[in-house]
């Protein structure tokens, strides 16, 4: 007996020192954590502090749209390197009562005394990233009071006050934004207002000390005092004028003055009897909805994750898709007629797809003829207890922005305007207000048109491959909404840019950890450039699924990020 017992605790400490090696008992061995489940409402967004402003809004009887807009104030106040109110947004809504889908375009314009001689006789073939020439005027704050306008039920002042709180009472500096802000003094040092707001006592606050910015926090009183117009017709507007003055600018009160949002209809294509829904251009979104098209033709029902020929057709779609995106995207009013719904067609797809060989990598592509025959970011998705949900997405575009801080406000103005083309001849080409070419996209998924899954992936032009990565780890290899984002992701570097850079050569791969070198060793045989990129290339990732036989909400949220999922 004595000798029995000896042996079923050694079979026991075997067993669970088994357990421990491994990576988990549940899901598959890369994933996190498992989903949140919730029935009455749930919020995945970058920061806890933003997941939790969400949560509170919703058990206070607020929508999906008040929560999101919380959430959204909250990050740009506790994550100033990856948004704010000084950059652009955009959003999907689903509305429960009409079972409708709503898309909000609330980017702005260039400045309307910014002519196409300044670059010229600046002798600049490209728009620089930092300083007064890729500022665009910021449409988040119209955005907010758009989508609250048409859904919002509680007041605007009490969704801003958790922003104002932390604003005015400081927060803990997460790990990535201390990262980030690391950088502040050498990209940003010499302009001005920088050291004054980001730098408190000359230095960027380390992970976990307190940071505040009072100016912002009287910034956003004035918004949730005054409305949308104290932004963009009050102080904050004559500010914006006076400072672009002073340092040789050129976005102006008039500019700001005349900026609206704009309600947009999504557009979609079905991916194995799945409807996906994008936002048109400016933004880049149906770049991920033709790769997706070109897929749909390949059978890979039998081909596993992470395969030489997953990564390989995958890889192959991008660089099809990729250089009509750099060709034909733009702001939609400089697009030629009908030109979307034909480079998501599925005639169009099928003319594409004849381009890949399943054997070999391309070295050289070109975008297509689909002419009519006649003629760094942050992501967050909220749902409440009616079945209402929220595909939001909002950024700076590069890190902190442009450098441009307007005096006495407390954030840095967007750099968008650097997607600009100066090309002649072209859709994206340089114009006064003109919105440029985006990548922020906000995404969601219908199925037998009920909703499914509202998500999205941040990280500039990687966005549309993310949102393809997500939706085939879902559909074609039976992730679930956790897994499909924690899962090892891919990126290609090397397509055609709306800015004008052109593709010399077939690009290079890079993939995460996780992909097994057998993989590597066979994409190379077939032509590819295989490498590595740094942390942060891959984005973050937030989405809710949503169960309809059961209503139930399934959150999930980003590993790589400071994110955070809950519900009620």
């Known amino acids: 007996m004595k000798a029995f017992s000896s042996l079923s605790l050694s079979i026991v400490l075997v067993f669970s020192l088994t357990l421990s090696a491994q990576d988990r008992p549940l899901g598959r061995a890369f994933a996190t954590r498992t989903e949140v489940m919730a029935r009455n409402g749930i919020a995945c967004t970058s920061h806890p502090l933003a997941t939790s402003a969400a949560l509170d809004v919703l058990r206070k009887g607020g929508s999906a749209v008040d929560a999101a807009i919380a959430a959204n104030a909250v990050l740009g106040v506790v994550e100033p390197h990856v948004n704010g109110v000084g950059g652009d947004l955009y959003a999907i809504v689903y509305e429960a009562k009409t079972g409708k889908l709503h898309g909000l375009n609330a980017s702005g314009r260039s400045p309307y005394s910014l002519a196409m001689d300044t670059f010229k006789n600046r002798k600049i073939e490209f728009i620089p990233p930092l300083g007064p020439l890729p500022v665009s005027v910021p449409g988040c704050v119209d955005g907010w009071f758009s989508l609250h306008g048409k ?232 749902a409440d207890g009616e079945g209402n949900m929220v595909s939001l997405i909002q950024s700076n575009f590069r890190g902190f922005g442009s450098g441009m801080v307007p005096d006495g406000l407390g954030f840095m103005l967007q750099d968008r305007g650097q997607l600009f083309t100066l090309e002649s001849g072209q859709a994206n080409t340089y114009a006064p207000h003109k919105r440029p070419f985006h990548t922020i996209i906000p995404a969601f998924v219908t199925k037998d048109g009920k909703p499914w899954m509202s998500f999205g992936v941040m990280g500039g032009s990687f966005q549309p491959l993310g949102h393809v990565e997500i939706l085939m780890n879902m559909i074609d290899f039976g992730m679930n909404a956790q897994e499909a984002g924690d899962a090892p992701r891919i990126d290609h570097q090397g397509s055609s840019e709306p800015t004008g850079e052109r593709m010399k050569d077939s690009g290079q791969i890079t993939l995460e950890y996780g992909i097994p070198y057998e993989t590597i060793r066979a994409l190379m045989q077939m032509g590819h450039r295989v490498g590595w990129a740094p942390p942060g290339s891959y984005g973050g990732y937030q989405a809710i699924r949503f169960d309809a036989a059961n209503k139930v909400y399934f959150g999930a949220s980003d590993a790589r990020k400071d994110g955070h999922s809950a519900g009620f």
């Open 151 to 382: 859904f919002g039920k509680r007041p605007m002042k009490d969704n801003l006050s958790y922003a104002i709180g932390y604003a005015r009472e400081g927060f803990a500096v997460a790990d990535e934004a201390s990262a980030s802000w690391q950088r502040v003094e050498a990209v940003y040092g010499k302009f001005p207002n920088v050291r004054e707001v980001y730098l408190p006592g000359g230095k960027a606050p380390k992970r976990g000390e307190i940071f505040r910015n009072p100016q912002l926090a009287n910034t956003l009183e004035k918004i949730a005092n005054g409305g949308r117009d104290a932004f963009y017709k009050g102080d904050i507007a004559r500010a914006i004028d006076e400072f672009f003055r002073k340092n040789g600018g050129f976005l102006s009160y008039r500019d700001m003055a005349e900026h609206t949002s704009e309600w947009i209809d999504p557009v979609s294509v079905n991916y194995r009897g799945y409807d996906v829904w994008e936002l048109p251009p400016n933004g880049q979104g149906i770049a991920a909805l033709q790769m997706l098209n070109i897929l749909e033709g390949f059978d890979l029902s039998n081909v596993p994750f992470g395969s030489p020929e997953h990564i390989h057709l995958f890889v192959e779609a991008k660089k099809l898709a990729y250089e009509d995106r750099a060709r034909f995207y733009a702001d939609l009013e400089y697009m030629q007629p009908g030109i979307v719904q034909r480079l998501i067609s599925k005639e169009y797809a099928n003319e594409r797809r004849k381009l890949i060989n399943p054997k070999r990598a391309a070295s050289t592509v070109e975008a297509g003829n689909p002419n009519l025959k006649d003629g760094d970011t942050i992501y967050l998705t909220v």
